[in-house]
T-cell receptor, first 115, second 113 residues
Framework: DGGITQSPKYLFRKEGQNVTLSCEQNLNHDAMYWYRQDPGQGLRLIYYSQIVNDFQKGDIAEGYSVSREKKESFPLTVTSAQKNPTAFYLC??????????????FGDGTRLSIL | SQQGEEDPQALSIQEGENATMNCSYKTSINNLQWYRQNSGRGLVHLILIRSNEREKHSGRLRVTLDTSKKSSSLLITASRAADTASYFCATDADGGSQGNLIFGKGTKLSVKP
């Protein structure tokens, strides 16, 4: 079955530690996205990528970094510079928007907490 | 930047009743999408309606779009307990030049058996 896999499901971060969230898709989508969701809130865009080896900052990129070395993979690193990292992180993919938004397919998220 | 805002924030109904959720947005769009999120899970795409469409159906879902009022509604008919979830509308950002979506805060629907 095609889909998006996020791991781990739960993650704990210590002070001063960087942590990396994994996102893998086998939908053959070119575009991938990372969102942050806080309780009772909508999704906010952290980073997105429309092609391998290229990515763009979203609305709340500070304290986060990404890479896109393979079409299937778009890992997100939450750095120690992100002072309030506790949230639910969602990865999504779509066909390339080409100027008009497309339906996005989501993974089941990673819940990050501070130790 | 523009944003969809859902109304109401929470809705509680009995099984078999219809549920209506509304979404308002601020600037012109190419399309509007509705998503469902079950507790602790990712979002699932339900339906996309283009700016030149007024109504769209998918099973028990009916979506309307009124671009003059910059609003959309999602109707779930004959609701079931399994429809219990949060529902989000999402609109193009910046007129769709990047194709990114902006999500509202969602309507939390509870369907009681």
């Amino acid at each position: 079955d095609g889909g998006i896999t996020q791991s781990p499901k739960y993650l704990f971060r210590k002070e001063g530690q960087n942590v990396t969230l994994s996102c893998e898709q086998n939908l053959n989508h070119d575009a991938m996205y990372w969102y942050r969701q806080d309780p009772g809130q909508g999704l906010r865009l952290i980073y997105y990528s429309q092609i391998v080896n290229d990515f763009q900052k979203g609305d709340i990129a500070e304290g986060y970094s990404v890479s896109r070395e393979k079409k299937e993979s778009f890992p997100l690193t939450v750095t120690s510079a992100q002072k309030n990292p506790t949230a639910f992180y969602l990865c999504a993919s779509s066909i390339v928007p080409s100027g008009i938004s497309q339906p996005q397919h989501f993974g089941d998220g990673t819940r990050l907490s501070i130790l | 930047s523009q944003q969809g805002e859902e109304d109401p924030q929470a809705l509680s109904i009995q099984e078999g009743e219809n549920a209506t959720m509304n979404c308002s947005y601020k600037t012109s769009i190419n399309n509007l999408q509705w998503y469902r999120q079950n507790s602790g899970r990712g979002l699932v795409h339900l339906i996309l309606i283009r700016s030149n469409e007024r109504e769209k159906h998918s099973g028990r879902l009916r979506v309307t779009l009124d671009t003059s009022k910059k609003s959309s509604s999602l109707l779930i008919t004959a609701s079931r307990a399994a429809d219990t979830a949060s529902y989000f509308c999402a609109t193009d950002a910046d007129g769709g030049s990047q194709g990114n979506l902006i999500f509202g805060k969602g309507t939390k629907l509870s369907v009681k058996p």
